[in-house]
């Protein structure tokens, strides 16, 4: 019998998520009895946990900071534990949105412009809205440098950037990029492979947290994508391509806006949701994979030395 460590809940604002994720794949994997289960916190008893249950798999369901920016793979590295998803170089980069960005153009992966607004920069503070207008005019988006699930973004125009500055002061810094119109599309990547892709009709401005976690949000998933075969193609091979770059493993999902024939990417999660308003469980729903077979086939994949 396969024993596997689900790591649930943590630190970040994605605390409830991960449990709520946690509980789906928990009641899955627990309905075929091969599988000896334990879900347990990333806290100061987690090292202790490892040595005492000895699993054969750390199953990664944490969000944000401490789950996926590299910190809990550091630890399961050191446990000598097979864990799930990106490993601890792969996740720091893509947590990062500065640094990610760096990469993707770099390897010319076309990303939306941006600046870093640091709160220390007194001088950058009194001349932002001069700043803006030059190197990327408005409307435009601030987001955390280290968040998921797009907590705390915004989309902002001249009359308002001040206020949700203020509001992010808290992070020391944050992204100020320039706003993409156009249709949201994502693509999920398994392995080595791509799985799929799914474009997003939210009702609200964005898919923002609560378009992508609440029901009543009621967002709209387009499966199979309305585009030319050659366009599905392309976009799929630019996330496939972000993947690589990163040296991602396991499952990986990738943020896109298309708007005048481009492909923006935005970001790339090496922790995709899996609940059940989750998007990589849906592609794959709609390949014919059922959502066991999901959970193994990134079981699978688990591994040490990334």
């Known amino acids: 019998m396969k024993k596997i460590l689900i790591l649930a809940g943590g630190y970040s604002s994605e605390r409830e998520i991960s449990k709520k994720t946690a509980k789906s794949v928990f009641n899955e994997l627990n309905k075929n009895k091969k599988y000896k289960i334990k879900i347990t916190e990333p806290d100061g008893k987690l090292v202790k946990v490892i040595r005492k249950f000895k699993p054969d798999i750390a199953l ?4 944000g900071r401490y789950g996926e920016d590299g910190y809990v793979q550091s630890i399961l590295e050191s446990e ?22 760096k990469i993707f153009i770099k390897n010319k992966i076309l990303t939306p412009k941006y600046i870093k607004f640091v709160y220390k920069n007194k001088k950058k503070q009194k001349n932002i809205i001069k700043i803006i207008k030059k190197k990327l005019g408005f409307p435009v988006v601030i987001k955390p440098i280290n968040e998921g699930s797009s907590v705390n973004v915004f989309i902002c125009n001249k009359s308002n950037i001040i206020k949700f500055l203020n509001k992010l002061s808290h992070y020391g810094e944050v992204l100020i990029e320039k706003y993409i119109p156009g249709r949201e599309i994502q693509v999920a990547i398994m392995g080595k492979k791509i799985l799929g892709a799914i474009e997003l009709k939210p009702k609200r401005k964005f898919y923002d947290y609560e378009a992508k976690y609440n029901p009543k949000a009621e967002t709209e998933h387009i499966i199979p994508v309305q585009i030319n075969n050659d366009s599905l193609k392309k976009v799929c091979s630019i996330a496939l391509n972000a993947h690589r770059k990163l040296k991602c493993r396991g499952v990986t999902r990738s943020d896109f806006r298309y708007y005048n024939n481009k492909f923006y990417l935005l970001e790339i999660n090496t922790q995709p949701g899996m609940t059940a308003l989750s998007l990589v469980p849906e592609i794959a729903s709609y390949l014919n994979i059922k959502f066991i077979n999901l959970i ?9 030395n990334k």
């Open 80 to 101: 000598k534990i097979n864990y799930t998803h990106s490993g601890v170089l792969s996740s720091s980069l893509a947590i990062d949105k500065e640094i990610s960005k």
């Open 296 to 304: 193994e086939k990134i079981l699978e994949d688990a591994s040490i």
């Open 60 to 63: 990664n369901l944490l969000h």
